[in-house]
C-alpha cells in the first residue's frame, strides 16, 4: 500500500469528521516524519494490522448491517462479560441501541432500522417500555427532527457512571484508536498504556459504528474503584432532554422545605404546651424550653446539620413517645411565607384548633378508620373524585362536562328521615346508608364544555375549583351554588388544579406542559412553569405555600419556586407517567406515584429518592399522608387502599445510610369491592376519606 | 417495512377522490400514517389516564384528535366492541357491520328506561385498620388473595413482616343472633321461639363464624349449669342442630365440645329436681355422641376410642354412681351393636352381679337407688338386646331369597354348614316349621326353671350345630323396625318366653357366637331379652 495514500485517506478522513485537532497532530506527525526521514519506530503505515483497520472505515462507512452486526457483536460481549460489570455495561447498551435505531432512520434505511428495532427491543422493554413504544413510529428522518422526544435525545449527551477498570475494559473492546482517546480528557494517562491493548483487539472485530455513537452520544463520568451497585440506576434510567448537568444544578438550589413561622400545629403546640402544665408536668416544660433555645439556630441552618439535630432528637423521642409528634413538628426549620397568604378567620382557627387537639395518633401499630364514598351508576364517566377537608363534601367531575357535588352530611339526614325511627341520631354521618329521596341528591354545577379532570375543594370547603378539557378552570361556590369566575390562560386541557393550602392561590397543570398560580382574584396566572417536556399531569402545593411540585409524562417531578417560577429540584426516577403527588406535612418529603404503580419517595433537600415503594399492579391515582406524615396512603386502579409505614423508613435512612435495604413497609392493604380508588383524603383528626367509582367489568 | 401497507393508502386516497395516485407517494405515506396513528394513540392513552380508567375507548381516541385539533371520527359509540366481519370472498378484507336502520323504527321504539342516576354510597371500608365483614367490601376470599403478593414480595428478598391474623370479627348481626340463641337457650328453651331458633341452626349458612362461639357458649354453660336440667338439655339440643347444620365445619371444634357432651352423658347429677327427667337427657347425649362418632369418626381416628374408653371406665367403675352408669351404657349402646358385642357384653356377667343386689327390695332400700339400678339393667338389657337382634339381622337377605334357589344350594351349603354367614338350608325347613309349631307344647314344662334351661341348651348347641339349621323361613319377612314391633309384640313373648327358652338353642345353630351369646343372655336377663329377638324368630318359635 503507497503510505502517502494511506496518509492522504486518514487526513481527509479526519478532516470530513471534523476531528482538527487530531488532524493537525497528523499533520504535524508527518511534517516531522518527512523532517526526520522516516525515524519513527511505532510506524503505523508500516503496520499491516492498522492499514487493514483504517480501510474498512472507507468501505463500509454507511452500511446499514454494520450496525447491527456491531450491536450484536457489543450485546453478545457484554452479556458475557463478568458479573460484576455486566451491569454498568447493560446501562451503555441501551442508548447505544436507541442511537443506533435513530441513527438508521436518519440515514434512510427505514427497512433496516425496523429489523434492527424489532431484534434487540425485547432487551430494554422491561425498562423503557414507554420510549420504546413512543420510538417504535420513527420511521422517516423527518419524523426524528417533528418529534420532540427524538430530537431532545440526538441534541444531548447521555450521561452514564462508570467505572474506571470497566471504562478501560468497554473501550479496549472497542478497539479504541488515537482520536477516541484524544477526545476523552479522562483517559490521556490510559492513552498510551492501552495501545499495545488497542493493537491487540485490533485484529478482532472493528466496531466502529458503535465507537462512534458512544463517543458521541455518551459522556463517561469514570469513577475511580469497583463498579457500584443497582443504587444509581434511577440517574442513569431517564433520557430526558434537558442536560443532566443543568439537572444536576438545579439540585444544587437551596430549598426552605420548613413549616411556616405561624402555622396552627405551632400555635398548638403553644395551647398544649399550656394545659399540659396544668397537669404538672415539669419534664415536658423542660423539654419545650429546650426546643425553643433550638429552633432560633436551627431556623438558620439547612441540611445536614438539622439531619443530625433530628437523628438526636429522635432518640430522645423514643423517650417520651407521647410527645413525639411535637417534637418531630417543631425540629422542622421555619419559613416566611412568599405569598401574602389571607387570614384566618378565628371561628374556623378555633375549629381546626380543637380537630388538631382531637387528632388520632396514627403510627404502624394504629391504623386509621377508612370511610369509603362509592360512586355508584357513573357509567364510566367519572373522571376525578375530590374530597373536601373535613369529609362533609364530596365532588366529581364527570365526562359529560357536569361537576357534582354531595353533601355527604345531608344524605345521612335523609337516610334517617326517610328510612329509620331516628335511634342514630348520635351517629350522623358515616354509619347511615340510606336510599336516596326521589330528588336529585347532589348539587349539579355545569358550565365546562369539556371532559372536568380534576377538582379541588378550598380548605374551608366554601369553592371548588374545576379543570377541564376545555381549557379553563372554573370557581364555583358552595354556598351560592354558582360559578364565580372562569380562569382561561392555558391552551390545551387542564389535568389538574389544586388549592393553596391556606386559600386564595391556586395551581393548575396542563397538556401545554405548563403550570400555572393564580389567585382567586385575577383572571390571569400569576406565575408560568415551564420547562417539563410533556404534560404536566398533577400539581401539588407544598405544605409551606412556598414551592408547587408538578409531576408530568416527561417521567419527572419538579419542585417550582412560586415567587421566582423557577425550577429548584428535578427528580428524576420513574418510569413511566407520574400521576399522583402527595407532600409530607412537615415538608420535608414528597411522594409520587406512576402510571406502573410505583410510588417514590422523596427527600426534597437532597432530591433524592428516599425510597421505592413497590406493591401496587396498576395506575396509583392518589396519595395522602397522614396528618401527622407517619402514614402514607396510596389509591390505585389495581382495586386497593394501601399503608405504608413512612417513620421506620425515614428512620432507616438517617441512622444507617443503607441503600436497597430501606423500603418503605406496607402495613397493610385494604381491598375495595371492585372499585378503583380515585381520591383519598386525611381529615385534621386524621380520618381517611376514600372515593371511588364502582366499576362491575372487572 | 410500515404496519400500514400501501394499498391501504391507495385505498384511502380513492375514498376521498384522488384517482391519479402514484405507488411512491403510496409508500412514501404509508411510514408517516402509521407514526400518526401511533401519536394519536398515546394521546388518547394520556386522556385515559386523566379520566381514571385503565380501557381504552374511543371517547379518548377522540378527545387526543381533539388535542391535535383533528376533527374526531364520528360515529363510534364506546357501548361494545366494534364488529368485524369478513369480506365474501377475500380472505383478509373486513368491513364493519353496520346495519341499516329505519327512521321509523327509531321514532316509534318506546323510550327506553332512563339509566340511573349516579349517587354515593359510603362505607367504612376499615376500621382502626380493620376491614369489617359487611357486604360492601370486598368478600373474605379476596382478602385472603393479596397474601400471595407478599409472598411474592418475599421472593424479592425483602424484609416483610408477616402478621397472623389475630382478631376475629363478628359483624353485628351475627353478634346479635348469637346473643338471641344464647339468651333463649339459657332462659327459654321451651318456648316455641327457641325450637324456631333451632331449626335456624340446622339450616342457616352464614353461621359458621359463630361456631367458635357457640362451643365455647356449650363449654361454659354446661361446667357452670349442671345442676339446670332444662338448659342442659337446650344446650345437647344447640350441638344437635349445629350437627345437623350442612353448611358449618364444626371438626375444628370437636375437642372442645365433646368434654361438655359427655358430661351431660355420663354426670353424676343432671338438674337437681326429682322431676328432671335427666334420663332422658343422657338418652339424648348418647344419640348426640353417637351421631357425632359416626360423621368424624374417619377424621378423627382416635375419637372413638377414646370416648368408648371413657364410657367403659364410667360404667366398670363400682364407685361410681348408677346414673352414671347408665349413661355410660346408654353411649356404648348408641355407638352400635359391634361396640356393645365387643365392649359390654364381656364384662356383662360380672356387672350383673353387682348390679343384682341394688335391684332388689330387700337388698336396697332406697327407693331412688333402686329405681337406678332397675334403669341400668334395662339399658343393659336394651343394649343386648339389640346387639342380638343386629346379630340376627345379618340374615334377612337370605330371608327374602326365593325358596328354589335356596334348594338348588343345598349341597354346597351342607358341607359348609359350620361356617358362619353360610347360607341356611332349607332341607331343615320342614323339620324347623314342625319344631316350631310344636314348639310351645314342649317349652309348656320347662316354664319353671330357665336356669337349667339354659345350660342344657348350651350344651345342645354345639351339638346341634352341624345340622346348619336357620332361624329365618324364607316366607317371612323382617320387619325393618324391630324394636317398635318386637315391643308390640312383647306381650306376646312375655308370656311365651319360657316356652321359647327350650327352643332357643336350636335357632342360634348355625351361628356358634351368636347362639353362645344369646344363651348367655338369657342367663343374664331371663326372658327380658327375648323381646329383642325379631318377630319372624318369635313367630318361629310360635
Known amino acids: 500500500m503507497d503510505e502517502l495514500q494511506v496518509v492522504e485517506f486518514v487526513a481527509t478522513y479526519l478532516k470530513k469528521k471534523g476531528f482538527s485537532e487530531a488532524e493537525n497532530a497528523l499533520q504535524a506527525e508527518i511534517q516531522r516524519n518527512k523532517s526526520s526521514n522516516n525515524t519513527n519506530p511505532i510506524d503505523i503505515l508500516n503496520d499491516p494490522e492498522l492499514s487493514k483497520f483504517f480501510r474498512t472505515f472507507s468501505e463500509s462507512e454507511d452500511g446499514p448491517a454494520r450496525y447491527q452486526d456491531e450491536y450484536s457483536k457489543l450485546r453478545s460481549w457484554t452479556y458475557s462479560s463478568l458479573d460484576l460489570y455486566k451491569h454498568e455495561l447493560l446501562h451503555v447498551l441501551y442508548p447505544v441501541f436507541i442511537h443506533c435505531f435513530m441513527d438508521l432512520v436518519a440515514k434512510g434505511h427505514i427497512q433496516e432500522a425496523r429489523t434492527f428495532f424489532n431484534n434487540f427491543r425485547e432487551d430494554h422493554e422491561m425498562m423503557h417500555l414507554r420510549d420504546l413504544q413512543k420510538l417504535e413510529g420513527v420511521l422517516s428522518p423527518s419524523h426524528l427532527e417533528e418529534m420532540e422526544f427524538a430530537h431532545s435525545l440526538r441534541h444531548s449527551k447521555v450521561n452514564i457512571k462508570i467505572c474506571q477498570v470497566l471504562y478501560l475494559f468497554l473501550f479496549t473492546s472497542l478497539h479504541q484508536n488515537t482520536y477516541i482517546v484524544k477526545k476523552s480528557n479522562h483517559c490521556q494517562s490510559f492513552y498510551q498504556y492501552s495501545y499495545e491493548l488497542l493493537l491487540q483487539y485490533l485484529h478482532k472485530t472493528q466496531s466502529t459504528k458503535m465507537l462512534g455513537i458512544i463517543n458521541e452520544r455518551i459522556n463517561f463520568q469514570v469513577s475511580p474503584g469497583q463498579p457500584s451497585s443497582i443504587s444509581d440506576d434511577a440517574e442513569i434510567v431517564t433520557l430526558i432532554g434537558s442536560n443532566q448537568d443543568a439537572a444536576n444544578q438545579i439540585n444544587q438550589k437551596e430549598v426552605h422545605w420548613g413549616l411556616l413561622e405561624d402555622s396552627l400545629e405551632n400555635r398548638l403546640e403553644k395551647t398544649g404546651l399550656i394545659s399540659d402544665s396544668e397537669k404538672a408536668e415539669g419534664e415536658n416544660k423542660e423539654a419545650e424550653i429546650d426546643e425553643n433555645k433550638k429552633r432560633p439556630v436551627e431556623g438558620g441552618k439547612q441540611g445536614a446539620s438539622i439531619k443530625k439535630l433530628k437523628k438526636d432528637k429522635a432518640i430522645n423521642a423514643t423517650a417520651k413517645t407521647s410527645r413525639l409528634e411535637a417534637n418531630t413538628v417543631s425540629t422542622a426549620p421555619r419559613v416566611k411565607p412568599d405569598l401574602a397568604l389571607p387570614v384566618m378567620p378565628t371561628e374556623v382557627e378555633q375549629s381546626i384548633l380543637e380537630d388538631l387537639r382531637n387528632r388520632v395518633h396514627l403510627s404502624s401499630a394504629a391504623l386509621p378508620s377508612v370511610s369509603f364514598y362509592t360512586f355508584i351508576n357513573t357509567h364510566n364517566g367519572l373522571n376525578c373524585a375530590s374530597i373536601s377537608q373535613d369529609g362533609s363534601l364530596v365532588a366529581g367531575g364527570f365526562s359529560d362536562s357536569s361537576l357534582k357535588v354531595w353533601d355527604m352530611a345531608k344524605l345521612g339526614q335523609q337516610a334517617v328521615s326517610s328510612g329509620l325511627q331516628g335511634e342514630n341520631d348520635t351517629?350522623?354521618?358515616?354509619?347511615?346508608?340510606?336510599?336516596?329521596?326521589?330528588?336529585?341528591?347532589?348539587?349539579?354545577?355545569?358550565?365546562?364544555?369539556?371532559?372536568?379532570?380534576?377538582?379541588?375543594?378550598?380548605?374551608?370547603?366554601?369553592?371548588?375549583?374545576?379543570?377541564?378539557?376545555?381549557?379553563?378552570?372554573?370557581?364555583?361556590?358552595?354556598?351560592?351554588?354558582?360559578?364565580?369566575?372562569?380562569?382561561?390562560?392555558?391552551?390545551?386541557?387542564?389535568?389538574?388544579?389544586?388549592?393553596?393550602?391556606?386559600?386564595?392561590?391556586?395551581?393548575?397543570?396542563?397538556?401545554?406542559?405548563?403550570?400555572?398560580?393564580?389567585?382567586?382574584?385575577?383572571?390571569?396566572?400569576?406565575?408560568?412553569?415551564?420547562?417539563?417536556?410533556?404534560?404536566?399531569?398533577?400539581?401539588?402545593?407544598?405544605?409551606?405555600?412556598?414551592?408547587?411540585?408538578?409531576?408530568?409524562?416527561?417521567?419527572?417531578?419538579?419542585?417550582?419556586?412560586?415567587?421566582?417560577?423557577?425550577?429548584?429540584?428535578?427528580?428524576?426516577?420513574?418510569?413511566?407517567?407520574?400521576?399522583?403527588?402527595?407532600?409530607?406535612?412537615?415538608?420535608?418529603?414528597?411522594?409520587?406515584?406512576?402510571?406502573?404503580?410505583?410510588?417514590?419517595?422523596?427527600?426534597?433537600?437532597?432530591?433524592?429518592?428516599?425510597?421505592?415503594?413497590?406493591?401496587?399492579?396498576?395506575?396509583?391515582w392518589t396519595l395522602a399522608y397522614s396528618c401527622e406524615g407517619s402514614l402514607l396512603a396510596s389509591g390505585s386502579a389495581d382495586c386497593t387502599v394501601k399503608l405504608w409505614d413512612v417513620t421506620t423508613s425515614t428512620k432507616v435512612l438517617k441512622t444507617e445510610e443503607k441503600s436497597g435495604t430501606n423500603r418503605l413497609r406496607s402495613l397493610k392493604t385494604l381491598p375495595t369491592k371492585s372499585t378503583p380508588v380515585y381520591s383519598l383524603q386525611f381529615s385534621r383528626r386524621n380520618l381517611l376519606f376514600a372515593a371511588g367509582a364502582l366499576s362491575k367489568t372487572s | 417495512m410500515s404496519i400500514v401497507p400501501k394499498e391501504t393508502v391507495e385505498v384511502i386516497a380513492q375514498s376521498i377522490g384522488i384517482s391519479n395516485f402514484s405507488t411512491d407517494a403510496a409508500l412514501a405515506l404509508a411510514p408517516d400514517v402509521e407514526y400518526r396513528i401511533r401519536e394519536i394513540m398515546q394521546e388518547a392513552i394520556k386522556c385515559m389516564r386523566h379520566s381514571r380508567r385503565t380501557t381504552l375507548t374511543t371517547d379518548d381516541v377522540d378527545e387526543a384528535l381533539k388535542l391535535r385539533n383533528v376533527e374526531p371520527v364520528y360515529g363510534f359509540a364506546s357501548g361494545g366492541p366494534l364488529r368485524f366481519r369478513r369480506a365474501i370472498g377475500y380472505r383478509d378484507l373486513f368491513y364493519l357491520d353496520d346495519k341499516d336502520v329505519e327512521f321509523k323504527d327509531v321514532i316509534e321504539a318506546p323510550l327506553p328506561r332512563a339509566p340511573l342516576d349516579t349517587s354515593i354510597v359510603c362505607h367504612w371500608l376499615a376500621i382502626e385498620g380493620v376491614q369489617p365483614v359487611i357486604p360492601e367490601n370486598a368478600p373474605v376470599q379476596a382478602i385472603a388473595a393479596p397474601s400471595n403478593g407478599t409472598n411474592n414480595e418475599q421472593k424479592d428478598g425483602l424484609p416483610v413482616e408477616i402478621k397472623l391474623p389475630v382478631k376475629h370479627i363478628l359483624s353485628r348481626e351475627l353478634q346479635l343472633y348469637f346473643d338471641k340463641i344464647t339468651e333463649l337457650a339459657v332462659s327459654?328453651?321451651?318456648?316455641?321461639?327457641?325450637?324456631?331458633?333451632?331449626?335456624?341452626?340446622?339450616?342457616?349458612?352464614?353461621?359458621?363464624?359463630?361456631?367458635?362461639?357457640?362451643?365455647?357458649?356449650?363449654?361454659?354453660?354446661?361446667?357452670?349449669?349442671?345442676?339446670?336440667?332444662?338448659?342442659?338439655?337446650?344446650?345437647?339440643?344447640?350441638v344437635w342442630n349445629l350437627l345437623q347444620n350442612p353448611h358449618i365445619q364444626i371438626e375444628p371444634y370437636l375437642h372442645q365440645l365433646m368434654p361438655s357432651v359427655v358430661t351431660c352423658l355420663v354426670a353424676k347429677r343432671l338438674g337437681n329436681r326429682l322431676a328432671d327427667n335427666h334420663w332422658e337427657l343422657r338418652d339424648f347425649t348418647a344419640k348426640l355422641v353417637a351421631a357425632i362418632c359416626k360423621r368424624y369418626g374417619h377424621v378423627y381416628n382416635t375419637l372413638q376410642t377414646r370416648l368408648t374408653k371413657t364410657l367403659l371406665n364410667a360404667l366398670l367403675d363400682p364407685k361410681r354412681a348408677l346414673t352414671q352408669h347408665y349413661g355410660?351404657?346408654?353411649?356404648?349402646?348408641?355407638?352400635?351393636?359391634?361396640?356393645?358385642?365387643?365392649?359390654?357384653?364381656p364384662n356383662l356377667g360380672p356387672y350383673l352381679s353387682l348390679l343384682e343386689p341394688e335391684m332388689l327390695l330387700e337388698k336396697q332400700k332406697n327407693e331412688v337407688k333402686r329405681h337406678e339400678a332397675w334403669r341400668v339393667y334395662g339399658a343393659l338389657l336394651q343394649a343386648a338386646g339389640q346387639c342380638i337382634y343386629d346379630r340376627l339381622k345379618i340374615f334377612p337377605p337370605l330371608s327374602s331369597l326365593p325358596a328354589r334357589s335356596v334348594w338348588k344350594t343345598n349341597g354346597i351349603v351342607a358341607t359348609l354348614s359350620n361356617k358362619r354367614k353360610t347360607s341356611m338350608d332349607l332341607e331343615e325347613q320342614p323339620p324347623l316349621k314342625k319344631i316350631a309349631t310344636d314348639g310351645p307344647v314342649d317349652a309348656v314344662s320347662t316354664s319353671s326353671m330357665p336356669t337349667p334351661m339354659e345350660e342344657d341348651?348350651?350344651?345342645?348347641?354345639?351339638?346341634?350345630?352341624?345340622?346348619?339349621?336357620?332361624?329365618?323361613?324364607?316366607?317371612?319377612?323382617?320387619?325393618?323396625?324391630?324394636?317398635?314391633?318386637?315391643?308390640?309384640?312383647?306381650?306376646?313373648?312375655?308370656?311365651?318366653?319360657?316356652?321359647?327358652?327350650?327352643?332357643?338353642?336350636?335357632?342360634?345353630?348355625?351361628?356358634?357366637?351368636?347362639?353362645?351369646?344369646?344363651?348367655?343372655?338369657f342367663e343374664l336377663f331371663g326372658e327380658g331379652i327375648l323381646s329383642f329377638i325379631p318377630a319372624p324368630e318369635m313367630s318361629l318359635f310360635l
Open chain 1, 427 to 620: 351517629t350522623p354521618r358515616e354509619d347511615i346508608i340510606g336510599p336516596n329521596g326521589r330528588k336529585r341528591s347532589y348539587t349539579l354545577y355545569q358550565g365546562h364544555s369539556g371532559p372536568v379532570y380534576s377538582a379541588s375543594f378550598s380548605p374551608l370547603g366554601d369553592f371548588i375549583l374545576s379543570s377541564s378539557a376545555d381549557t379553563t378552570i372554573r370557581l364555583w361556590s358552595t354556598k351560592l351554588n354558582a360559578n364565580l369566575v372562569c380562569y382561561k390562560g392555558h391552551n390545551y386541557p387542564v389535568w389538574d388544579v389544586q388549592f393553596n393550602p391556606q386559600g386564595h392561590y391556586f395551581a393548575s397543570s396542563s397538556h401545554d406542559r405548563t403550570a400555572r398560580i393564580w389567585s382567586m382574584d385575577r383572571i390571569q396566572p400569576l406565575r408560568i412553569m415551564a420547562g417539563h417536556l410533556s404534560d404536566v399531569d398533577c400539581v401539588r402545593w407544598h405544605i409551606n405555600c412556598n414551592y408547587i411540585a408538578t409531576g408530568s409524562s416527561d417521567k419527572t417531578v419538579r419542585l417550582w419556586d412560586v415567587s421566582s417560577g423557577e425550577c429548584v429540584r428535578i427528580f428524576i426516577g420513574h418510569r413511566s407517567m407520574i400521576l399522583s403527588l402527595a407532600m409530607s406535612p412537615d415538608g420535608r418529603y414528597m411522594a409520587s406515584g406512576d402510571e406502573d404503580g410505583t410510588i417514590m419517595m422523596w427527600d426534597l433537600a437532597s432530591g433524592r429518592c428516599v425510597t421505592p415503594l413497590m406493591g401496587h399492579t396498576s395506575c396509583v
Open chain 2, 457 to 521: 341348651a348350651t350344651a345342645a348347641t354345639p351339638l346341634d350345630n352341624s345340622d346348619a339349621d336357620h332361624p329365618s323361613p324364607s316366607s317371612v319377612q323382617i320387619p325393618p323396625d324391630s324394636g317398635s314391633e318386637s315391643r308390640s309384640k312383647r306381650d306376646k313373648g312375655d308370656s311365651q318366653a319360657q316356652k321359647l327358652s327350650a327352643i332357643l338353642p336350636q335357632v342360634w345353630k348355625d351361628d356358634l357366637n351368636s347362639g353362645k351369646l344369646l344363651v348367655s343372655l
Open chain 2, 188 to 238: 327459654r328453651s321451651d318456648s316455641v321461639l327457641f325450637k324456631q331458633a333451632l331449626v335456624s341452626l340446622a339450616t342457616d349458612s352464614g353461621l359458621h363464624p359463630l361456631v367458635p362461639y357457640f362451643t365455647y357458649f356449650v363449654a361454659d354453660e354446661v361446667s357452670r349449669g349442671l345442676n339446670n336440667y332444662s338448659l342442659l338439655f337446650a344446650l345437647m339440643r344447640v
Open chain 2, 328 to 345: 355410660a351404657v346408654q353411649g356404648l349402646a348408641a355407638l352400635g351393636p359391634n361396640v356393645v358385642r365387643l365392649l359390654l357384653l
